[in-house]
C-alpha cells in the first residue's frame, strides 16, 4: 500500500501521526514500518540496519542522546571531546523567532530549530534583503514547550528537548558556490567509522553516494539520485574518520555529519535515527551490511 497516494501532504501525515500517539511504540513502529517499506518489521532477532534502527528507537536510553541532537547543547559534547575548533562560529541562539534581532544578523547565515531532525526547520539565508519574513516565521515558529513524547517517527532522542534556534555562519563551496557544502556522513559503531555517505550539489541537483572506509565506491541506490560523476576523496580525509571515531564512542551507532571545505573539517550534526528507519537500499543486501556491525547490548535483557 503507498500511504502517500491516500495521504498526499506531509501535514495531513503528520496530523493523523500525532493523532495516534497513544499507540504504543511496540504496535507503531511494526505498523510504520510495513506501510513504508513492505514488509514485516522482525524484532526478535533482527539482522537489516532498518530493523535494528526501529530497536534502537524502542529500547535503547542513554540520557547523553538528548545533548547530541539538540543543534545547540550538542556544541558542548563536541568541545567535551577536545574538538572545539570543527565547531561552526556561532552567531546567535534564541528561544523563539520572536527574540531575533535581524538588524544584529549578516547578510549571509544558517538559522534553524535546535529540535529539529532529518534537514526539517532549517532557513539557509544567502542574502537577508531578500527574505520573506512571513514564510520565515511559517518555517520556523514552534510552541516553546519541550518536545512531546511519541514524535512522528517515534525517535526517543528528541523526547524533551527544549525547542530553540541556533544561528550560524554560512559555509560556501569554494570551488562550486552555488551547488552548496558536500555533506560527508559517516556511520560509525561504538567509536568504529565503518560507511561515509557523501551528498553533492544539494541545491542544484541533489545526489548521494555511498562508500565504504577505504574510499570505494559501493553503487547503492537509496532515497537520493546517484552521482554520475567522480567524487575525490576529501582532503584531510583520516582526520575526518579520526573525528567521527572519537564523537561515536559509547554509541551502539550514530551518524556523524561533516563538512569539508578544501581541507577545512566542520561539524554538522549527530542523527542516531537515519531516515528514521525507513529507506529501501538497492541493492536490498545493503541492509544487512550496514546491520552486521550494530550491535545492540542489553537491550534483550531490557525487553524481557
Known sequence: MDYKKILKTGKSRAAILNMLRFIPDSIML????????????????????????????????????????????VRDYVKSKGLENILIPLIAHYNSIDEVEWNKLPNQFVMKTTHGGGGLNVLVCQDKERLNFDDVRQKLSFKNKPVKTNTLGREWAYY??????????????????????NDYKIFCYDGVPKYIVVDVDRYIG????????????????????????????PIGFDHMMEIAA??????????????????????????????????QFD???????????????????ERE
Open 30 to 73: 511494526p505498523l510504520q514500518y510495513q506501510m513504508k517499506l513492505g514488509r514485516k518489521l522482525n524484532l526478535k532477532n533482527p539482522r537489516r540496519f532498518t530493523e535494528k534502527l526501529q530497536q534502537y528507537k524502542m529500547y535503547y536510553r542513554n540520557p547523553v542522546m538528548h545533548q547530541c541532537v539538540d543543534k545547540y547543547l
Open 206 to 233: 541533489h545526489k548521494r553516494n555511498f562508500y565504504d572506509s577505504e574510499w570505494n565506491n559501493l553503487h547503492i541506490g537509496s532515497d537520493c539520485p546517484a552521482s554520475d560523476r567522480k567524487i575525490e576523496k
Open 283 to 301: 541493492p536490498d543486501e545493503f541492509d544487512g551490511k550496514l546491520g552486521e556491525s550494530f550491535v545492540l547490548p542489553g537491550i534483550e535483557k
Open 160 to 181: 524533551g528537548l527544549q525547542p530553540g534556534l541556533v544561528v550560524e555562519e554560512l559555509l560556501t563551496n569554494k570551488e562550486n558556490p552555488a551547488a552548496g557544502m
Open 246 to 279: 572519537k564523537l561515536s564512542e559509547g554509541f551502539p551507532f550514530v551518524r556523524v555529519d561533516l563538512y569539508n571545505n578544501d581541507g577545512e573539517i566542520y561539524f554538522g550534526e549527530l542523527t542516531f535515527y537515519p531516515w528514521s528507519g525507513y529507506v
